[in-house]
């Protein structure tokens, strides 16, 4: 009898434990769990940092687990895998190359890697520097597809329309007489005349890059081909502005822009035919990235995503002498 009587009261207790350790979260309760280990983790996991009260990483180490956890740079001077720093090239040679390097079409041995859109930013967040990159960037990378414009436009009317202006003249909806709470503290800078209008790309992506007085930085906030796409909308602006035409067919605002339908596709060698012994038939010691059938540039944004190597050589420094 007193041994069935235990028995029972021993039941009645590890079924009370097992019920009370799985507790039903309420409102004001966040529950129990059984076994929490199991379900969160107290190692060091990299790039994550999830507070547990049983983790004794901070008591234990001299460095605590949310500065570990945290997302760190790059070491200093490494570029990405697949990062293509090329220079726009009248001839499309050096384009032609990297292209193929990057395809896996230079060699029989090669794998494709995607470009990717990292790209360093050699100038420093200084006045002096500010006229240095406003010298040197001139080309825009990209060349002028109707995809970038309204990838552009949409960018531009998200971060940038609300001070500059839907028209780029400076009259946002944070400074106009539309606004009845218009405080702001200074006039947001009109980019269809004046000195604007003629500056070089290098001022503008400086000012997305690191700011202007009042205006902050958006490196953070837009990726390096979203940036080279609001600087071509900005020039739309200015067309419309100064009655010229900016598109991808034509550019008559400058000489700097290349409309994306007068380049020449980049042909690769895997969309060669090859012969037997693995070479281009038709090769005559000259690449024939500039041959194509009629109704290649059917579409205006074909070539938007075709050009993310098309950055300057060693990043955005205009002429590559900064690594």
């Known amino acids: 009898m007193k041994h069935s009587i235990k028995l029972n009261l021993f039941?009645?207790?590890?079924?009370?434990?097992i019920f009370s350790s799985c507790g039903k979260p309420g409102k004001n309760d966040p529950g129990s769990e059984y076994m929490p280990d199991m379900a969160h983790s107290i190692a060091y996991e990299a790039n994550i940092y999830n507070y547990y009260y049983n983790n004794t990483w901070d008591a234990q180490s001299v460095k605590d687990l949310k500065s570990l956890s945290i997302p760190g740079q790059p070491v200093s001077g490494t570029i990405p895998r697949g990062y293509a720093g090329v220079a726009m090239s009248k001839t499309g040679q050096a384009k032609q190359d990297v292209m193929e390097v990057l395809s896996g079409a230079s060699s029989t041995s090669a794998i494709a890697v995607p470009v990717n859109g990292s790209v360093p930013f050699y100038y420093a967040n200084t006045e002096d520097e500010r006229l240095r990159a406003t010298a040197e960037m001139i080309e825009n990378p990209f060349p002028i597809t109707t995809q970038g414009l309204v990838e552009g436009k949409q960018l531009y009317n998200i971060f940038c329309g609300i001070c500059h202006g839907s028209k780029g003249d400076g009259v946002g909806y944070l400074v106009s007489d539309d606004n009845p709470n218009a405080k702001y503290p200074a006039q947001p800078a009109n980019l269809i005349q004046g000195d604007l209008l003629t500056a070089s790309n290098g001022r503008y992506y400086f000012a997305i890059m690191h700011g202007k007085n009042v205006m902050g930085g958006y490196a953070d906030k837009l990726s390096y081909e979203e940036r080279w796409n609001v600087i071509h909308h900005i020039r739309s602006l200015q067309a419309a502005a100064t009655k010229t035409k900016y598109t991808a067919k034509v550019n008559t605002l400058n000489n700097i822009e290349i409309p994306g339908e007068t380049l020449p596709p980049i042909a690769s060698k895997m969309n060669h035919d090859m012969d037997a012994h693995g070479h281009d038939e038709n090769h005559d010691g000259e690449h024939h990235g500039t041959e194509h059938h009629e109704g290649d540039h059917s579409h205006?944004?074909?070539?938007?995503?075709?050009?993310?190597?098309?950055?300057?050589e060693g990043g955005d420094s205009g002429n590559g002498d900064h690594k």
């Open 11 to 17: 039941v009645v207790f590890f079924a009370i434990l």
């Open 300 to 312: 205006d944004g074909d070539h938007s995503h075709d050009h993310d190597d098309h950055s300057h």
